[in-house]
């Protein structure tokens, strides 16, 4: 059998484990270091705008910190995009709260602007303002920001930017990651850069991240010994995988262009396939770093989703389909839910096809034949 030829798998650019051994010498084994501070600079360097990052084990702990320092309490509403991976949501219900879902527009396929609106003005229509509005950027691709923090703006609702998938991709020149009044990153195995496990949170001010770094670590009060005001959690960053963070700071830029290299070849392989679809930007304005590549199979094309799968699947190449939107899931099934249901067309339609920056020519020849096969 082949090897198998994934989606999107760790990609080492070879410097991680002089940090992680400096560690190690040093005896920084613990969820606190030079690499946790390294990394954060290197951060912050890369994403410029003045902002200050706090490291975290994860990009579902971060949007979870950041719904806690915005107040979001049991029974709050939270708006939230419904075409997204459950760690965008899952913290809403983490604190008690009830998430409201937005579907997505066709050409990022991130939330509708007009439906974000549609559902704030219902909601204070029910007596309910919305504590927050959660809005993601899938799979690299940058949603309508300047719109979305418009009407955000306009109803002065907070915004929580999940750019987990997004990192290094930019909206109008500027780094997704940037926009939120929190903002967050992840550095999950599978993404663009990883830390094994890990996230960011993306302050404004030096007083978020401080708040950040509180909540993170117990929400220990300034006292000899461990007084505690507020409940917090464990969600600081480790200096072992912070090291790991720093070398792969090294070759995010280049590992993003290869990443572009596997959207162009399969924009060029499927470019005479009628019905097929390649996902792509829909103008100068949006820069995605195509963490995943995806196509939509319509109607027309000359073979199933079921098909294009199984055909994948017998050469050993993962494919999988675009995330099920949240209301559509068993755990949010009573959710309120504003739009038009493309992203359940999305999901019916839609499949990722390796994406990672380390895919060889023998793989990529290896696609092409399994694809002709089916033909
Ligand atoms: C990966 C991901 C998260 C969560 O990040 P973790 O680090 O895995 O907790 C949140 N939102 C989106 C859109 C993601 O893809």
């Known amino acids: 059998m082949n090897q198998k030829i994934w989606l999107s798998s760790p990609h080492m650019g070879g410097t991680e484990q002089n940090y992680i051994k400096e560690a190690f010498d040093t005896n920084w084994v613990a969820p606190l270091g030079p690499n946790v501070s390294g990394f954060e600079n290197d951060l912050e360097n890369y994403l410029g705008q003045d902002k200050k990052v706090a490291c975290l084990s994860s990009g579902t702990a971060a949007i979870h910190l950041a719904l806690v320092q915005l107040g979001v309490k049991l029974n709050d509403e939270v708006i939230c995009q419904t075409f997204t991976f459950c760690g965008s949501s899952n913290p809403i219900a983490y604190q008690g709260a009830i998430p409201v879902f937005v579907d997505s527009e066709p050409e990022t396929w991130n939330m509708c602007p007009k439906h974000l609106e549609e559902a704030i003005k219902d909601r204070i229509a029910n007596g309910v303002k919305p504590k927050a509005i959660i809005i993601v950027h899938l799979y690299g691709m940058p949603s309508k920001i300047d719109e979305l923090l418009a009407v ?38 599978n993404k663009i850069i990883t830390t094994s496990g890990g996230g960011a949170m993306v302050c404004n001010t030096e007083e978020d991240k401080k708040q950040t770094i509180f909540y993170a670590t117990q929400a220990r009060d300034n006292a000899p010994h461990y007084e505690h005001s507020k409940i917090g959690y464990n969600y600081r960053m480790s200096n072992i995988s912070a090291g790991i963070g720093r070398g792969q700071m090294e070759v995010l830029d280049k590992h993003i262009g290869l990443r572009r290299d596997m959207n162009a070849f399969y924009t060029n392989l499927f470019k005479d396939i009628k019905g097929v679809e390649v996902q792509k930007q829909p103008n100068a304005d949006f820069y995605s770093n195509f963490w995943l590549s995806c196509i939509l199979i319509h109607e027309d094309a000359p073979f199933t989703k079921a098909q294009f799968q199984e ?56 696609i092409k034949k399994a694809l002709n096969k089916l033909l």
């Open 311 to 366: 055909a994948m699947d017998a050469e050993n190449i993962e494919t999988r389909p675009l995330w099920k939107p949240m209301h559509m899931q068993p755990i949010f099934k009573n959710a309120i839910y504003f739009g038009d249901h493309l992203s359940q067309t999305l999901f019916e339609k839609g499949l990722c096809l390796p994406s990672g920056s380390n895919l060889q020519q023998t793989d990529l020849d290896r």
């Open 152 to 189: 955000a703006n306009k109803y002065q609702i907070a915004v929580v930017e999940d750019a987990a998938e997004a990192l290094g991709s930019t909206y109008k020149g500027r780094q997704c990651g940037t926009f939120g009044d929190f903002s967050i990153l992840s550095f999950n195995g």
